[in-house]
């Protein structure tokens, strides 16, 4: 004989979880599936008149035979790369002091510091480097008054300045995963690690990195797909000779009023970011599971 109460509290729970998952579903939905499959299907159509569309393949033929947008499409997906090696380069060592090294509320106050400059906008923040780095800016006034060189010093637009502004605006979404995953790390393990004859590197190599590895691909991911999609350092601190993908879609979407065209080169960024970020958690042997759990 079945028994009432604990279908109803079956039901109850069914419901409780239905009701708690509508939220993300029709987040996903509204604001991430339907966007992308209308984003997909203009991209597929060509104006032959005023309201008049027809389906073709024209606007990813136009990206594939223009050499400046298939070298813009190239160059932005290299300098993300190497922007996001570049964050966790530095990024990993700050994470492994906060975690490791740090204790009390030094460990606080230096997570703090981390976090205090991403309380105001990226634009506030590339506006700063700007002040920085500008002809009439510290650093040129700085080198003038100390001798260093005759004149100003023009510093921005250059690709070194925006890989700096893209690894200064992207450190925080290295170094949180990176804290979270070495403070669960047990120190007792490389302390071991060093009785067994290890050294810095080794322990490093063989004990801590293998620990890290869902928070250094978590981190990575971030940051790279943050690097990709991002339109407004590097065109503040690159000027119009950037050259960065994003920045020939708004050029379409906004300038031209194209939208067939920028909705292509927008799907196409969209294939080119999942494409490396799953190569990404091949050679690195994670899942998606991994790097969010």
């Known amino acids: 004989m079945s028994n009432p109460s604990g ?4 039901n109850g729970l069914k419901l409780g979880v239905l009701l708690m998952a509508t939220p993300l579903l029709l987040w996903l939905i509204l604001l991430v599936l339907l966007p992308h499959l209308d984003l997909l299907m203009v991209s597929l159509r060509e104006r032959i008149s005023y309201g008049k569309y027809e389906f073709s393949f024209a606007n990813y033929i136009e990206f594939f035979t223009e050499p400046l947008y298939w070298n813009t499409y190239v160059r932005t997906a290299t300098m993300s790369i190497l922007a996001t090696a570049l964050t966790l380069v530095i990024g990993f060592p700050v994470s492994y002091y906060i975690a490791k090294v740090m204790r009390g509320r ?3 106050v230096l997570f703090l510091l981390c976090l205090i400059p991403f309380w105001v906008s990226e634009l ?3 506006f700063g480097w700007m002040i920085l780095l500008r002809e009439s800016g510290v ?7 100390s001798g260093l060189v005759d004149g100003p010093v023009e510093l921005l637009y250059n ?3 925006i890989m700096v502004g893209l690894v200064y605006t992207s ?8 804290v979270s995953v070495l403070d669960s790390l047990d120190d007792s393990l490389i302390e071991a690690g060093y009785d067994l004859g290890g050294n810095a590197f080794t322990v490093t190599r063989d004990i801590v990195i293998p620990h890290a590895m869902p928070g250094i691909a978590s981190g990575c991911i971030v940051v790279f797909m943050l690097t990709l999609g991002n339109y407004l350092t590097p065109t503040l601190l690159g000027g119009k000779s950037s ?3 994003t920045e020939q879609i708004y050029t379409q979407f906004i300038t031209r009023f194209n939208w067939e065209s920028g909705s292509a080169f927008g799907f196409l960024l969209l294939v080119l970011s999942s ?3 799953w190569l990404g958690l091949k050679l690195s042997r994670q899942t998606l599971s991994d790097t969010v759990g």
């Open 275 to 277: 494409l490396i970020v």
């Open 7 to 10: 279908s109803l509290t079956g």
């Open 124 to 126: 506030v923040r590339t």
């Open 106 to 108: 030094a460990k606080n």
């Open 243 to 245: 050259l960065w993908f």
């Open 171 to 178: 450190m925080l979404f290295m170094v949180v995963p990176l």
């Open 159 to 161: 690709d070194v300045t």
């Open 139 to 145: 650093i040129s006034h700085f080198l003038q008054w």
